[in-house]
């Protein structure tokens, strides 16, 4: 069954650093996000991105975030500055629409020390 | 903005026991979806349901949209079924699809 990818499972960054998270979403699908999960919390909406733009975002998506999708294959999301309250699981999800079918990549675990 | 509940927050269960997992929402939506997420963290999609009723295996996923309700339903739970169970749904009128999610029910099936 195809997959979404993300790398890396986990990453360690100091206070300030730009970060990169990785996501390969399935090949067909049209629709890309980034959602996050602080621990303990539930899962937010970050952004969405269609047709090679940013169709929607969060208020948690301000300029310190950015999302690229570079080749037609890779999406990524960019923290300019990390902040300590940046530490969450980072989740990638595509979907192809009409079936609204979800898939999620198994995250990327973000600590900022 | 939908609101999204679930109930219980925490449940135990003896194996082999028939579990629920209830599900409400604030918003007319387009659909929901009942997700699985194990300890280590990744997010399986279980279910999408915009009417009736699923089943998949042991899982039963029912939704009743003019209660703005849904139920997922575990027959024979198995302690592989430990996780947290997420109830998402995508409101009418959130025109990239995207999820609002609740704060899942942590299920614990002991052997």
């Known amino acids: 069954e195809p997959e979404v990818t993300q790398t890396p499972s986990h990453q360690v960054t100091q206070m300030g650093q730009e970060v990169i998270l990785r996501c390969v979403p399935i090949s067909n699908h049209l629709y890309f996000y980034w959602y996050r999960q602080i621990l303990g919390q539930k899962v937010e909406f970050l952004v969405s991105?269609?047709?090679?733009?940013?169709?929607?975002k969060s208020e948690i998506f301000d300029d310190q975030f950015s999302v690229e999708r570079p080749d037609g294959s890779n999406f990524t999301l960019k923290i300019r500055s990390t902040k300590l309250e940046d530490s969450a699981m980072y989740f990638c999800a595509s979907m192809l629409p009409l079936s609204y079918g979800y898939t999620f990549g198994s995250g990327t675990r973000l600590t900022v020390v | 903005k939908n609101e999204v509940e679930q109930s219980p927050q925490n449940l135990t269960a003896q194996e082999g026991e028939f579990i629920t997992i209830n599900c409400s929402y604030s918003v007319g939506i387009s659909a929901l979806h009942w997700l699985q997420q194990h300890p280590g963290g990744g997010i399986v999609s279980l279910f999408m349901?915009?009417?009736g009723k699923k089943k998949h295996g042991r899982l039963i996923a029912t939704i009743n949209i003019q209660e703005k309700h849904s139920s997922l339903h575990i027959t024979a739970s198995h302690p592989r079924d430990s996780a947290v169970y997420i109830c998402a749904v995508r409101s009418n009128g959130a025109g990239s699809y995207q999820l609002t999610f609740g704060k899942g029910t942590k299920l614990s099936v002991i052997p």
């Open positions: 991105f269609y047709n090679n733009e940013i169709s929607e």
């Open positions: 349901l915009s009417s």
